[in-house]
């Protein structure tokens, strides 16, 4: 059985490589790395990432739109 972070991570890889293939290793570094706020683009879709840090666990959201 896969825990949250490899299950996160296969998930972050298969939208990546749909919405964002350009940036995908960037995106990936930052996801699981970074505790500031970002968002990619690549003209016809955009990624915001925002990073919460709670007293029992972190909160990492993802948010993909198109323009």
């Known amino acids: 059985m896969q825990d949250g972070k ?3 991570h296969d998930w972050l890889i298969k939208i990546s490589d749909h919405y964002f293939p350009t940036h995908k290793n960037k995106i990936l570094k ?3 790395s970074e505790k500031n706020n ?3 683009t690549d003209g ?3 990624i915001k990432y925002t990073f919460f840090e709670g007293p029992s666990i972190n909160e990492r959201l993802l948010i993909i739109s198109s323009y």
Request: avoid cysteine.
């Open 38 to 40: 970002f968002e990619f």
């Open 44 to 46: 016809r879709y955009l």
């Open 30 to 32: 930052k996801f699981f």
């Open 6 to 8: 490899n299950i996160a």
